[in-house]
């Protein structure tokens, strides 16, 4: 009865809105709360079809390759428990990007430059046909050095056994580096004079710095005179990143190409948001610099890959099938007394196709076409109206285990509200502010997520439009903060603004992938993702639901919607 009454006061609160309209503006919905938990060790809170290993923690996405038809996945590793440690490089390997077999661990510490960690790092296709991975080593002084392993047999196609030479270390923090902020070397690539490059993560002077090195042999590396790039907005940059994207189209390119009609990203981690910033630029061969677009430092305006829980992301190009592919780590938001009773921490994000969007102001990520793959039967619904107080719910389709993409469609821009410029530094306290339960003009519009049949606990992913100077903004919010009734696990709210032009397109695109633990959203068609990791005491209990709604005075339209259940694949089982 209880569950029926706060339905039923749902419901009326919406009718109140449709009713009074402007009238009921800023009026405030709030839901129950519970002091019954279950337990989170529950196996309901593992990823179906997200990328991780059996037990244990994992963290950084390491050396992603595509080699003589296999791709490979190498990641940081706690072979003995699920907290940080004894780091090794675990690795796994698949033909199609979703079904994934592990192999032993491919480099662990044991010798003098790697015997307290090997660290994050890059492969490199040498020659078109020789593997080489670069990594970080904490050597027997705790110092960070830069290290090479290659494979033991190249006959073997799943490269499962690698050594690492006795002439490493191939880089060491001397000449004003410090030995604790020096790591996480890239992929390498030939300059001009046939001579490899490769960039190292640095912290020098308090700024975040990609040390340049050469070298003739991949063995043999000198410091160039400058670095790649230096900023004084931010500090270390941790797991650079530098590749190339064309200008036009979405076909990647590899990481050597360099052509009047190519422009380079520069990505950083950063410990201050934890999550991963880039800039855009043009690499000049010449100096051997990045010359970026725009000189701006300040790192809060920096362009981020994902605006939710992101970090340590690497690309590679898959020369198969000309495309570059992102990988990145998304850990936990809950304790870590919370991971040892699990048992595991860390996943790793969907596989994204990664290109420069047409406006050549940002990137754009989407997931690989194969995820499509997994689709099963589900919900399709065209040419829905969603009124004022409009809440309806996606039915035929496991709600835990999903992948929905809609359109909403705006027939008025009327009533969007005007935009307090000061909002566009902080996206995700407008987001706070402005949640899902306060109507405004055009929106709060979207969908509510892994969610309880009362709505206590509900995941938020939502749209507003604001009238700008100069025309109108698109504000995208992934609001976790009603995700559980744990009290011990994170739940903020993540929003940013959507770089699109919504007079011209008349229409905003959302897709999310839901996956237990994971709410994975592409915005905009893939302009604008914000990632969470969320933790609903109903994905324990069962009976759980994914509603559309529309809390804005404006009638929105839902031209389409396809939801879909996902198959589990193989993954490292």
């Known amino acids: 009865m209880a569950s029926f009454l706060w339905i039923l006061c749902f419901f009326c609160y919406f009718f109140v809105f449709a009713s009074n309209g402007a009238a009921a503006y800023r009026r405030v919905f709030r839901f129950p709360e519970s002091q019954e938990t279950s337990s989170i060790a529950s196996n309901q809170y593992r990823t179906a079809y997200h990328f991780q ?12 390759m595509y080699y003589n038809g296999i791709y490979h996945l190498f990641y940081q590793y706690n072979p003995n428990s699920a907290v940080w440690g004894n780091i090794t490089w675990g690795h796994s390997i698949s033909t199609d990007l979703i079904n994934w077999t592990p192999q032993d661990p491919a480099i662990h510490p044991s010798k003098s430059f790697d015997i ?11 020659r078109g046909s020789e593997p080489a991975i670069l990594y970080t080593g904490i050597d027997a002084e705790n110092r960070q050095v830069q290290n090479v392993a290659i494979p033991k047999n190249l006959s073997d196609p799943f490269l499962r056994e690698w050594s690492t030479p006795d002439y490493n270390p191939l880089m060491e ?42 070298s003739s042999d991949f063995v043999h590396w000198v410091r160039a005179a400058s670095p790649l790039h230096t900023s004084k907005g931010s500090g270390m940059w941790e797991c650079p990143d530098f590749y190339p994207v064309p200008s036009k189209g979405r076909q990647g390119l590899d990481t050597s190409e360099n052509s009047k009609d190519v422009k380079r990203v520069l990505k950083m981690s950063l410990s201050e948001t934890q999550s991963d910033h880039y800039m855009l630029g043009k690499y000049d061969i010449e100096k051997d610099i990045f010359v970026p677009d725009e000189t701006v430092d300040d790192y809060r305006v920096w362009l981020r890959y994902d605006y939710g829980k992101f970090y340590a992301s690497k690309t590679f190009f898959d020369e198969e099938k000309k495309r570059r592919i992102s990988w990145a780590w998304l850990n936990e938001s809950d304790t870590e007394a919370d991971a040892l009773l699990k048992g595991w921490a860390g996943i790793q994000a969907a596989p994204r196709t990664i290109w420069l969007d047409s406006n050549g102001r940002q990137l754009v990520q989407w997931p690989v076409k194969e995820l499509e793959s997994l689709r099963r039967n589900g919900a399709h619904l065209q040419n829905t109206e969603l009124k004022t107080g409009g809440l309806f719910e996606i039915k035929g389709v496991k709600a835990s285990q999903a992948d929905v993409e809609v359109d909403f469609e705006l027939p008025s821009l009327e009533r969007a509200e005007p935009l307090d410029p000061s909002w566009l530094m902080d996206p995700p306290k407008l987001c706070r502010e402005e949640d899902a339960s306060v109507q405004g003009g055009l929106g709060p519009f979207g969908l509510l997520i892994l969610a309880s049949h009362n709505l206590e606990e509900h995941t938020a992913v939502f749209f507003r439009v604001y009238k700008a100077h100069n025309g109108y903004m698109v504000l995208l919010c992934s609001d976790q903060r009603r995700s559980s009734l744990r009290p011990e696990v994170d739940k903020p709210a993540y929003g940013s603004f959507v770089d699109m032009n919504i ?20 915005a905009g068609g893939g302009r604008t993702c914000i ?3 969320v ?26 919607l396809q939801a879909w259940d996902m198959a589990k694949p193989w993954i490292n089982v």
């Open 503 to 522: 007079e011209k397109e008349g229409r905003i695109s959302l897709r999310t992938l839901i996956d237990h633990s994971v709410v994975e959203s592409f």
């Open 173 to 214: 923090p001397v000449d004003g580096l410090d030995p604790s902020q020096f790591r996480d070397p890239m992929t390498a690539w030939h300059g001009s004079d046939g001579h490899w490059r490769v960039a190292v993560g640095a912290q020098i002077a308090g700024n975040g710095t990609a040390v340049l090195y050469k």
């Open 535 to 560: 933790y609903p005491e109903v994905l324990v209990t069962g009976d759980i639901h994914l509603y559309a709604f529309n809390n804005g005075t404006e009638t929105i339209k839902i031209p389409k």
């Open 531 to 533: 990632t969470a990791r």
């Open 53 to 64: 290993p059996p037990k244990n923690w994992m963290n950084d996405p390491n050396g992603p």
């Open 116 to 126: 307290n960690g090997c660290w994050s790092g890059s492969a490199t296709i040498r």
